[in-house]
């Protein structure tokens, strides 16, 4: 069974950095894409960063391009999001999401297991 973890959320003041880290199970994880999503309460889960299986294409949301990076260490079958000049706005839960697929994808259909969350809160 495939099990996403997802860790390193927590409350931060606005201009601060988090970094989330996200382990995987899956025995293909270095073969896959991965993605990072995000559901503030009451909206719709969004993309917010993606990137390809040896880490080689990434691509963002407009709302977090260039504050927001996305990486992955494949020994240790993690991908990171760090997280920099926070805003109250990027407060929601946050997904890792996994592709069995080697390239990118931004929308929710493309990817096939799902962590549980961890929740970010950025203050004002």
């Known amino acids: 069974q495939v099990q996403l973890v997802e860790s390193g959320g927590g409350l931060v003041q606005a201009g601060d950095s988090l970094r989330l880290s996200c382990a995987a199970s899956k025995r293909t994880f270095s073969t896959d894409a991965m993605g990072w999503f995000r559901q503030a309460p009451g909206k719709e889960r969004e993309f917010v960063a993606t990137?390809?299986?040896?880490?080689?294409?990434?691509d963002y949301a407009g709302s977090v391009k260039g504050r927001f990076t996305i990486s992955r260490d494949n020994a240790k079958n993690t991908v990171y999001l760090q997280m920099n000049s926070l805003k109250p706005d990027d407060t929601a839960v946050y997904y890792c999401a996994n592709r069995g697929v080697p390239w990118v994808g931004k929308t929710i259909p493309e990817y096939d297991y799902w962590g549980q969350g961890t929740q970010v809160t950025v203050s004002s």
């Open positions: 990137i390809s299986w040896n880490g080689g294409v990434t």
